[in-house]
């Protein structure tokens, strides 16, 4: 069972930016090799971070609307939001290392 939770237009605002805590929200498509690619490394970093920081997906496919609010240009693209504003943004596939770096602030 993943860490990360699947958020859509209807529940973006809710689980992201009414947030107590940090938000990665991770926009990816299904057909996405490097999206695939960096999921063991956010499945980690969801078990470590647990309760710190929450960890979400949006399916750009299925949620375009999202994407272009947020000007998601290409995946996967991840973008780090506090207080309901985004606060960090990276793009492309992403390592255990980058996340920790991007992360071990906020928690």
Known sequence: MSRLKIVTTETFEAEVLQSQIPVLVDFHAAWCGPCKASAPA?????????????????????????????????????????????????????SRGKLASVLEPLA
């Open 42 to 94: 956010l499945e980690d970093a969801a078990r470590e971070f647990e309760g710190e920081i929450a960890f979400v997906k949006v399916d750009v496919d299925e949620e375009p609307t999202l994407a272009r609010t947020y000007d998601v240009q290409g995946v996967p693209t991840f973008i780090v939001m506090k207080d309901g504003q985004p606060i960090e943004r990276f793009q492309g596939l992403v």
